[in-house]
T-cell receptor, first 117, second 110 residues
Framework: GAVVSQHPSRVICKSGTSVKIECRSL??????MFWYRQFPKQSLMLMAT?????????EQGVEKDKFLINHASLTLSTLTVTSAHPEDSSFYIC?????????????FGSGTQLSVL | DAKTTQPPSMDCAEGRAANLPCNHS???????VYWYRQIHSQGPQYIIH???NNETNEMASLIITEDRKSSTLILPHATLRDTAVYYC???????????FGQGTELSVKP
């Protein structure tokens, strides 16, 4: 099956610093990638949709200047949490839709656990 | 977006079939039903999807009612490794993004 690689799997940072999370589709091209966040014991919440070569579309209530998304190629999207604060601590998950067989569904990365001290 | 309703939790004995229900009474004609599962601290895993007909793959079977207002995911022989949160999702037509509900926490017990 299609593989989505997400890196790093875990990161701890100091308050006020920025953290970049990478999401790569390893064996397929993804024109669209999605970013989710998940708090403990809760479901996944969609943050934004990123399309290759264009600006990301953010869900209501998600600050685009705080969560910077770049989708520069068909296999890579990045999420940068700028000036991170403890309340940004969460599990971040990316997913990608295969450009060719998009009807099959989305494939998800293994997630990044962000802890802001 | 069509919303889905799932029981918050279910138990299943190891080796028995696990039947996970999902209601999606407001589903529209061009929306698919997708099932994913999430094992603790991992990304969701695609299981199966369908539009109208019943579907089966190596992981599970999906039964969709004729009126498409509900569906059932069947794990024919549940194992301990099937313990996870199972999400039933109706795909949003525009953009194809997946909106997750609360899911069903399935506990498979020895």
């Amino acid at each position: 099956g299609a593989v989505v690689s997400q890196h790093p799997s875990r990161v701890i940072c100091k308050s006020g610093t920025s953290v970049k999370i990478e999401c790569r589709s390893l064996d397929f091209q993804a024109t669209t990638m999605f970013w989710y966040r998940q708090f403990p014991k809760q479901s996944l919440m969609l943050m934004a949709t990123s399309n290759e070569g264009s600006k990301a579309t953010y869900e209501q209530g998600v600050e685009k200047d705080k969560f910077l998304i770049n989708h520069a190629s068909l296999t890579l999207s990045t999420l940068t949490v700028t000036s991170a604060h403890p309340e940004d601590s969460s599990f971040y998950i990316c997913s990608a839709r295969d450009r060719i067989s998009h009807e099959v569904g989305l494939f998800f990365g293994s997630g990044t656990q962000l802890s802001v001290l | 977006d069509a919303k889905t309703t799932q029981p918050p939790s279910m138990d299943c004995a190891e080796g028995r079939a696990a039947n996970l229900p999902c209601n999606h009474s407001t589903i529209s004609g061009n929306e698919y039903v997708y099932w994913y599962r999430q094992i603790h601290s991992q990304g969701p895993q695609y299981i199966i999807h369908g539009l109208k007909n019943n579907e089966t793959n190596e992981m599970a079977s999906l039964i969709i009612t004729e009126d498409r207002k509900s569906s059932t995911l069947i794990l024919p022989h549940a194992t301990l490794r099937d313990t996870a949160v199972y999400y039933c999702i109706v795909r949003v037509p525009q953009g194809g993004k997946l909106i997750f509900g609360q899911g069903t926490e399935l506990s498979v017990k020895p």
